[in-house]
């Protein structure tokens, strides 16, 4: 077998294998396939996902059936006011031997876990905000001078409510650049609301079960990582970016008047990565303009940073993405 015919017969596995997790996951929250499959795409990337918003869209609901069809670890931090950074990452504890020696051990907190829900992250301070730095860029956790790797995979999906709701903390702009797609939840349309009253009223769904192992996501990660995109494509990914930057000769007017810093490098890493899942549950064998345009939105949105201007008219950062793929299509 050549080695295309290898990478193409690979690439049909991983697509059955999405469609397998995306439909175990679409039985449970019902409605807006395009987020389910936004979601998973940052699976494949290897990427964290942010999910923002109201109360009562279904953003947990959404997290736990993939946790169980992953069948990995998983764990769910519920973020308040009170929540200090040891009861996340563990802290260390006293206990006495069998012959009355002492000794100091430390019990892990709930980071340690494939799967992390941080649920409402915005409603902690910024300091514990912050104790899941290390853990989504490094994949460890240093803890008394002692630094532990984490299991492999490893993604955050955090949620958070709509900034302006009273009771949240503004997510910095260092931790929100971490996060690979910032996917946002709407509200159902007639149809879907029909839908979820009618299931969610009914006798109780079963559980989502495991459609994958840990070992297969990371070969599915693996071949993501594998595919080529262009010359052409990673230029095109990279001017989408850099029109994201008021300073730049050829950036929207939009941009230039309301943005004080645009997107940075690690943004156009995750745009191009989460093209290149895109392509491969397509069945790919590369990545396209198209693969890009579809996760711009998602992957920027959350990196771009208003000036006063751009605060005070409370522009949509996805207006200015859609102005910056405009140029950047121009070329």
Do not use: W
Not at 122 to 151: C, H, K, W, Y
Not at 229 to 241: D, I, K, Q
Request: hydrophobic share 45%.
């Amino acid at each position: 077998m050549s080695g295309v015919e290898g990478v193409e017969e690979r690439l049909t596995r991983l697509g059955r294998s999405f469609r397998d997790l995306t439909d175990e996951v679409q039985q449970r929250f019902i409605g807006q396939r395009e987020v389910v499959e936004q979601l998973g795409f940052c699976v494949l990337a290897g990427g964290h996902a942010l999910l923002e918003g109201a109360p009562g869209l279904g953003k947990t609901t959404l997290v736990q059936p993939l946790a169980l069809a992953l069948g990995m670890g998983y764990r769910r931090i519920q973020f308040t006011p009170d929540l200090m950074p040891p009861d996340i990452t563990g802290t260390r504890i006293l206990e006495e031997e069998p012959g009355g020696t002492r000794r100091f051990s430390f019990e892990r907190g709930p980071v340690f876990a494939n799967v992390v829900l941080a649920d409402e992250i915005n409603r902690a301070t910024p300091r514990t905000q912050s104790a899941l730095l290390e853990a989504m860029q490094e994949r460890q956790v240093t803890v008394f001078g002692e630094t532990i790797a984490l299991d492999e995979p490893f993604f955050v999906i955090a949620t958070q409510n709509p900034i302006e709701m009273e009771g949240t903390y503004p997510l910095p702009e260092a931790q929100l650049d971490r996060f690979t797609l910032k996917i946002d939840i709407a509200h159902p349309d007639l149809e879907g609301l029909v839908a979820i009253l009618g299931a969610s009223t009914g006798p109780p769904a079963s559980r989502a079960q495991a459609v994958l192992t840990a070992g297969e996501l990371l070969e599915m990660q693996r071949l993501v990582c594998e595919l080529p995109a262009a010359a052409e494509v990673v230029e095109f990914a990279a001017r989408l970016v850099a029109l994201t930057h008021p300073t730049h000769p050829q950036a929207p007017a939009g941009v230039r008047r309301l943005v004080r810093h645009g997107v940075s490098p690690r943004g156009g890493q995750a745009l191009l990565m989460a093209g290149k899942a895109r392509a491969a549950v397509a069945g790919r064998l590369h990545v396209t303009p198209d693969d890009i345009e579809a996760l711009a939105t998602p992957a920027l949105r959350h990196r771009i940073i208003l000036g006063y201007e751009g605060e005070a008219s409370g522009v949509n950062p996805d207006t200015l993405v859609a102005e910056a793929i405009a140029a950047a299509s121009k070329g």
